[in-house]
């Protein structure tokens, strides 16, 4: 009842929600948990009681009770102060974290900058819940496990469900374009260690042969990831908190995104028609990749990996920015030397083809003059080379991505040169 009534008093609520940060290292460094941990594995070492003592953990009950400004539903406050909610039947280990995950993405889903303050909180205490249920599936250890959770206990290493979460984040750059920026934050406000494996994560998505020449993109690859990890990509919108756009902007930027679609198309891009861009005198045709991706949509994701990553390069150590930056720097060598194969091989690739030309034409007029005429002979298919060489738009995209952190890691590298 206490509890309740505090929840419900405003400046109490104003007071908690001010500073969600010294709130979650008070919360997480209570030591009534670690003690209740003690006294639980002395008198019973069933995996499910300790699951259900102890996820969801009280520090996440209590900032939901502040959010919601209610207590949580079915939640009972046993003696020994600890909380239970939900039935009290155990859940199996598999159930709990596939509702930790579905809960992780509804809440990256979700993210706005009027509720991030409670929103990052929420997250790491998602993270910890789901760090909780491994050691003790696999260990079958509390004490420790709940001791590891402090910001004060000294962890070095990512676990694996944080390693995970970096995917499950790159993954909602195909939701939530927009929120990007506010993922970067999220990396920032979770931990040192979380940002350097973002920044090692998108070096190998950048080193990947497929998406250095363009064959494959960022959206796809990630597209990619989330098939494996079953999750939704379906795009959601929130309403960005800024100004509106005048009809005369709205108006300019589809003008500049129409004068991209078509430039691409001149570059000899491969389209499938469609209903979505029109030219005048022309079929209307709408620009698709094998797996029926946009490179309006394309060209999105890359921006919006731009925006998670660059935030977490300026914070990151200079080991990471050196070794960030001659990857790139060895990666812009090898997109230059492709575009210098397909410069020479165009050229010769014309002349060949008018050379080409010429005979099939001679053949043709005397199968034509011999064989009373048929000017299909002449015709046969031309043979395709299985290993079909970039394009000229797939590499430029290629480039331009790369670009975006080397011009933010120029500092460096000239201090090298």
Not at 2 to 26: E, M, S, W
Not at 64 to 81: I, R, Y
Not at 356 to 384: C, D, F, I, M, Q
Request: aromatic residues 6%; glycine residues 4%; charged residues 25%.
């Amino acid at each position: 009842m206490v509890v309740g009534d505090a929840i419900k008093h405003q400046p109490f609520r104003d007071l908690c929600l001010r500073n969600t940060h010294v709130l979650y290292d008070l919360l997480a460094s209570d030591v009534g948990d670690s003690e209740f941990a003690a006294m639980l594995e002395m008198h019973s070492p069933d995996k499910h009681l300790k699951t259900i003592a102890f996820v969801p953990l009280r520090a996440r009950l209590f900032l939901n009770a502040l959010v919601d400004c209610q207590m949580p539903p079915f939640t009972l406050m046993k003696e020994d102060g600890s909380w239970v909610s939900g039935p009290s039947e155990p859940r199996a280990y598999a159930e709990n974290e596939t509702k930790l995950l579905d809960q992780l993405v509804h809440v990256l889903d979700t993210l706005q900058p009027a509720k991030f303050h409670c929103q990052w909180a929420e997250l790491r205490l998602l993270l910890n819940e789901q760090t909780l249920l491994e050691n003790i599936e696999t260990q079958n250890i509390l004490v420790e496990a709940i001791t590891s959770l402090s910001p004060k206990a000294e962890n070095f290493s990512l676990s694996e469900n944080e390693r995970n979460f970096l995917e499950i984040v790159l993954t909602r750059l195909l939701v939530r374009p927009d929120a990007a920026s506010l993922y970067s934050e999220v990396a920032n406000l979770l931990g040192k260690s979380l940002e350097e494996s973002l920044l090692q994560n998108t070096k190998w998505f950048f080193s990947s042969n497929d998406v250095l020449l363009g064959r494959k993109s960022i959206r796809q690859r990630l597209s990619y990831v989330a098939q494996l990890r079953s999750l939704s990509i379906k795009p959601q919108f929130w309403k960005p908190w800024v100004w509106s756009c005048s009809n005369a902007d709205i108006l300019a930027d589809k003008s500049e995104k129409r004068k991209m679609e078509v430039a691409s198309i001149e570059e000899e891009e491969v389209v499938d028609e469609g209903v979505d861009i029109k030219r005048p005198g022309r079929m209307s045709i709408q620009l698709f990749d094998a797996e029926g991706f946009s490179p309006g949509q394309q060209y999105i994701t890359d921006r919006a990996l731009a925006e998670l990553v660059l935030p977490c390069i300026d914070k990151s150590s200079s080991d990471s920015r050196n070794s960030f930056s001659k990857e790139l720097i060895k990666q812009q060598n090898t997109i230059e030397q492709q575009i210098n194969m397909l410069t020479h091989s165009g050229g010769k690739q014309s002349d060949s083809a008018s050379s080409a030309v010429e005979v099939s034409s001679s053949k043709s007029s005397s199968g034509k003059g011999l064989r009373g005429g048929n000017p299909g002979l002449g015709r046969r298919p031309t043979s395709v080379t299985e290993s079909t060489p970039p394009s000229a738009a797939a590499l430029r995209a290629s480039m331009w991505l790369r670009l975006q952190f080397l011009l933010r890691l120029l500092p460096i590298i000239c201090a090298d040169r």
